[in-house]
């Protein structure tokens, strides 16, 4: 029997650590005792709790207070971090420590300094008192590299307690079957916060953008400001493309809506392009006149194009190189305070692996399963909508534009 | 070996009538030899083919005959159909013939005779020169019912050749990623025509349509005399009623729309209709003075309220005997020339099964496989929609009332 | 401003009842003070919360108050219930509480009493020191029943903590990517010891146990003995029967399996078994002899079967009257202590509700949602498992009876 | 209005061809008029049909014929291609031929050459006598490229009509309700003799594969030689390392089935693996000793991964450049035979693209979707199940091996 004191501080009850904690402790075979807690009387008020955790084993122990760790626990007895250099490039040393997307600090020479940037799925170099995630392709032969988990202090989001906003909910995601208009308002007043207070949108878009023709209101959006930055596919660039230069797929006619139409147009207007040689030169040569990408050209949005094994071409300025990719991908969200992840489970899932705990995350999509996937990343800045993306981005549109 | 000649009329090609009897006697492990082919050669002249089908048996040649008969293929023999007494009420004869939603004939004494109506899941009654679709229910022992399949021919709807509409496709549904704004807008056009050529139009509907905020523009289209009767079950007019009483579900607030709320109001709903005697006496009584269910007594629209295992209450009106609820479908959809499914599988799938084949219908759902199981049932009239039923129901409602 | 004192007792903070009450004030708009708080500190102790709540109306407050009610809080001022007399026959006094499914206590006279028994979407008559929960069709004028909440007490199912089990989890799905062979081999090891203990077992069965080919898996079950009561539809039964006399679905041959097959066999299933005068009588009669039907009958497996609006016939033994077949289900559920719900959506949703809070239920179906929506009645008892039927009952049969 | 004959040839009737044709003429607002048809009178005739299409416009006309052109019509006017040359590297002229999969023929100086291989969303470069599809990244400056569709004759795989295999079915799928052993059954026939006959298997496999505890079975098909190339992407291969390193995922203990474990395993695996330099050199290493990469390489079976934006690390020999990968895909699908898409929607959906048109094609996912999307590329080849992947394989595998 291997036995540790933890501790836990803030809103825990109201933000359900407590309860994980001791859940996950009941579920992982151990037991508890509770030595001490105080509960804050009022809503606002911090609460604690001292906590001796028991396991069958050493192992078992190590295992679960790792995982009591990333719920925010601190074990009690302070003690600074094991460090281990990188045993070559590209590679961590063995029991490297794996980070969350929560704020995380370490002790070293009995200081806690934070890790920076608040990255998922890295490991943690310490050098001259600074902490940073490091991915895998950023490890260098020799680094320091932190290993177990003594020293590591996890502290999550804690729920809000100041106000009810769209935001505050766990998990929160709007199925099928309920209304969605007055969560449609509330968040075209929050984007509109956003912007006043200087916030930066990303809008992360899939090709069902376009082809349910929702493409009109997302230009919108950026005609008025309202997004920074557009992170989409290939695909996504040559569908909006496509229906700009032959008209596929805009459904003014409904034969053409019931009709579909051939692959054909999908690749001239990538030929186009290429023959440009790239977005902005087919805006500048006035051979792209309009639709999201001549938008995002006209109105300085910045455009984050990558590629997947099913593109064709692909067109001049697509990242082809997914290591790449990621690197210009986690630069470009780094400033980000809100995303619209939107009809795209590929990208919408690999960008809730890279955001901050604190990024407001919108995820849109008419499948049930990839909007709860995408939001269980982000527990307390989530909101899923199950619907069509065109009348989600209509209603969104019409409400910020209307208040403007 | 057994051999048979049967013969195709029609629109045999593009109709896929053709196709399919090959493909049948192929699958079933049949040959065919084409004795006589003649091929319309412009779109509006009719085609018509006579083959020879051989099977290994007796029994396999008579299973595949059935088959291609419901595809419309006659058996160039002509000969009588054979009858048998009905050994007790509700039960039919061995062998009884089962029938399709097709316009059938049957031929008795050398003349041809039509079956109505066309129900399919039947068996046929003959009796003093007419022919009447019965189903279990309505059989009385000694009934004369024709059993095998000889001297029955069917003839499905055909291809429309005249003029190419949003229901000419042969079970054609727009998937979640296809633009509807289009066909949305075809459809109001043809509600408008029908209603203009004295049509009648159904609504079926399911309790999302009340969940997702699209009541109210069902409300339109019933105030504009768009509906002549609406399908429904307990819970619909209860959510539509609670709605009204309670303002529940409403999502005016977006608290409300996230947090849910309770049973409690839907037992309390049902608790004042069944108070006041029923849905018409609380509009009489002032209790119920909005909402669809208000909407239909106001307007005179039939409402045919079904109940089924998961109801609470019942609310008087509703027809809780399965059987009984059946008579009374079939009675009230007997005129109808337009149905709209709305959310809705099990009573849309229930339905589906009691329309006549010329019968224009719409299936909305935000689930595809519902739309794809509920339309296979009208192969040449039919159109399903996946998509968020209140945006739907939105942009017909606009469509249609801005034209009037 | 209107506050109110509450208290919490039980296994509160690991149950979650503590965060979610706290949880639903914030979410209302309300506050708390912690007056006292007292947690246990082995996990077998109780703990214990006194808090005061403040809502901004009494309106307000009062509906805070009685959710919070459900989730097991007790107003801490104790006081009699209000009763009324029911005002018709069908018909509770306006403002009735609301029964939940969990165990439920009333104060009449300063006594406290159990109503029995523990059923959702219910009034509370009082008559005699008894309460018993009344559906609408049980009450009669005059009935005095509870109104309002003051007087009513809730206790929920709390967690176990003296083992884990497969049923321990709250909400617990296994998702269609996640491995299933040890959990079904757990709740083999469950049955088996649920039958040592003269539990009783129910299956609810859609068609498609029959049409996937499980059907084979299932009658091993109840020969065993692993089967006390069947609750299915008409078309469950029939789909067996048909099975049996024609081999319909039956898959033995790959073209049988690919082409589908007609309706026709399941009218003249139907047929048979009405001519017959049931399926016990089919049995009788040697007219049926093998299946899940039979083998039901040979074991004397008791057959709830109902009937919906989708049904052809239906067979004799059916129940068509929906607020008759709720009774049946409700009298053939009382004593059932397991539930294996499977590939049945409608079936399990409205027995789901018809459940005391005690029965370990567990749901099986494809389709991810209708899992999640079956389970969320049973948040301490239940297990989904998204995945083909089929190799879940072969799984599940073999897994059993490899230990007899 | 303008107007052209066609010709079409083959099994026009039992393989769609005809119907397609004249629906798409409908369909387009064309019309047609039926100058000759000659239909076969037994089952292995050819049959043949000269139509003459009208269209309203020479541009109408023009999309109409590619289209028609695609489901095997021929312009009965026998001309050569036009080429023109490439503007740049990578850029093809406007208006070039976009390449379907089916075997394409190309007139040059009236003689016709077959143009190899049969990719689809390619051009087609003519050089000395040769015709050959070119993508994107294959075109050099001044190739001679098709353009316009004069001169291109396309001829789709017709329906096998020697004899009934369970590929022989029009985009067959067997859906979550149907039977699926004996078309398990028939396909490990089918494998096997695919196998004696020097054909080659490809399996693309998804992470749901080890997930569900699938890998098992796969390994079993491995060891017994029925796997000749394996393509996957990152995830995947990790996935099985980490299960054989860490026990991860293997689910024997009901409470880790339940649990899920953290991701920290799935970082290590890969770092174990980058820190061997790869996995045939962890498997030389004695690292990794069991499982389906270890099988893969001590059965020298050719193991294609690739990257994707979600990837972490990636572990050596991964592409993760798109096009590269790509490259690598088509080269290594070139003469494979037989084809496995198991669980993995954007793989699987990749390599449909890139598959010949006589690759026989299986597609298994629990999601109905991601069956019919796939497996609509492979017409005639094709075969769909909708379920779960654990006992697809588990089935396969033993009925496979049982027969060895």
């Known amino acids: 029997m291997a036995s540790e004191t933890i501790e836990l501080r803030g809103h825990i009850i109201d933000s359900l650590i407590l309860p994980k904690v001791l859940d996950q402790i009941l579920t992982q075979g151990a037991t508890f005792k509770i030595r001490e807690i105080k509960i804050g009387q009022n809503r606002t008020d911090q609460s604690f709790a001292r906590i001796e955790v028991s396991a069958p084993s050493e192992t078992a122990l190590s295992e679960l207070l790792l995982r009591l760790l990333q719920h925010g626990a601190e074990i009690a007895k302070r003690v600074n971090v094991q460090l281990a250099p990188a045993p070559a490039d590209g590679v961590f040393p063995r029991d490297f420590y794996v980070t969350t997307n929560q704020q995380t600090f370490i002790r070293i020479d009995d200081n806690e300094i934070e890790v920076r940037p608040a990255t998922m799925d890295s490991a943690v170099a310490a050098d001259q008192g600074k902490a940073r995630a490091v991915k895998f392709y950023e490890v260098r032969k020799g680094d320091q ?68 023709g929702a493409g009109e209101h997302l230009e919108r959006l950026i005609k008025a400001k309202y997004v920074d930055r557009l992170f989409a596919g290939n695909a996504f660039a040559i569908y909006d493309i496509e229906r700009v230069l032959f008209g596929t797929s805009l459904g003014i006619n409904p034969d053409h809506a019931l009709t579909g139409g051939g692959h054909e147009n999908h690749m001239r207007a990538t030929n186009v392009i290429r023959e440009c040689g790239g977005i902005a030169r087919a805006v500048a040569q006035n051979v792209l006149n309009s639709g999201i990408m001549h938008s995002c050209v006209e109105h300085g949005v910045d455009i984050v194009l990558t590629g997947s094994i099913r593109d064709e071409g692909p067109i001049p300025g697509v990242t082809t190189d997914v290591v790449e990719a990621q690197k210009i991908m986690r630069d470009k969200l780094s400033d980000i305070t809100h995303v619209l992840l939107l009809g795209t489970v590929q990208h919408a899932m690999a960008i809730a692996t890279m955001l901050a705990p604190t990024v407001r995350t919108v995820c849109v999509d008419i499948d049930p399963w990839a909007v709860e996937r995408v939001i269980e990343h982000q527990p307390f800045q989530s909101l899923g909508l199950v619907t069509d993306v065109e009348p989600f981005l209509r209603e969104l549109a019409d409400s910020i534009l209307s208040k403007n």
């Open 145 to 212: 590299i932190v290993i177990g988990h003594e020293g590591v202090r996890v502290v999550p989001v804690q729920r809000s307690t100041s106000h009810t906003d769209v935001f505050q909910f766990i998990n929160r995601s709007i199925g099928a079957d309920e209304p969605k208009a007055a969560v449609i308002r509330e968040l075209g007043a929050e984007l509109t916060r956003a912007r006043q207070a200087q916030g930066k949108i990303a809008v992360v878009a899939g090709p069902s953008v376009i082809r349910t």
